[in-house]
């Protein structure tokens, strides 16, 4: 094997790593542009989402529902389309379905205890972004899992800031920067 078809290999193995990255860049920015229009929503038409408890509670769960609905079909049609699953993309999937759960889990002791699921929510977000950041060796997605700790922080220690700006903040820098920086690196080399 000569020097040029090592660097071929090496090169192809590295532009299909970044192929595979395609569906977590994409889920990314799928829901760091469904959220941060869903808060910009809530804070600019606040008397419509509240209206009523079961109006607030009702979008802030349906919504979510039907975009996890919408992305695991997407994922399972791309899933299908590769022909293939490899360790990595199954451990990113393990951790955004324990994700899921855990989303499931905060909505509901909220809903009987009767406080924001927000920190939480976004606690949790910021955990799976830094473990999904560590292992594909990805900077922007760890400091963008390390940003949302930060305001999770901030929302702590100013019982009233506005959450709904807080969560905007945290989801762009968490979650649509990063997922655009990853999308422009696979399409890069």
Do not use: C
């Not at 595979?20 to 760091?32: A, D, E, K, V």
């Not at 799976?128 to 922080?153: A, D, E, R, S, Y």
Request: no cysteine; proline share 4%.
């Amino acid at each position: 094997m000569t020097k040029e078809d090592q660097i071929k290999i090496i090169n192809s193995t590295i532009n299909k790593a970044r192929e595979n990255l395609r569906p977590l860049s994409f889920n990314l920015i799928f829901w760091g542009v469904i959220i941060n229009l869903m808060s910009a929503f809530h804070y600019f038409f606040k008397p419509i989402v509240e209206y009523s408890t079961y109006s607030y509670i009702l979008y802030w769960i349906i919504i979510p529902i039907l975009g996890m609905v919408y992305m695991i079909r997407w994922n399972i049609k791309k899933g299908i389309k590769r022909g293939y699953e490899t360790v990595l993309d199954r451990t990113i999937k393990i951790i955004w379905a324990v994700f899921g759960l855990g989303w499931i889990i905060i909505l509901i002791s909220s809903l009987l205890i009767g406080n924001s699921p927000v920190p939480q929510i976004l606690f949790l977000l910021g955990l799976v972004l830094v473990m999904n950041g560590l292992i594909i060796k990805f900077k922007p997605l760890t400091i963008g899992g390390i940003f949302l700790f930060i305001f999770v922080l901030i929302n702590d220690t100013n019982p009233g800031i506005n959450y709904l700006v807080v969560n905007m903040i945290g989801v762009t820098l968490g979650m649509l920067i990063p997922g655009l920086f990853l999308y422009r690196m696979k399409n890069s080399g």
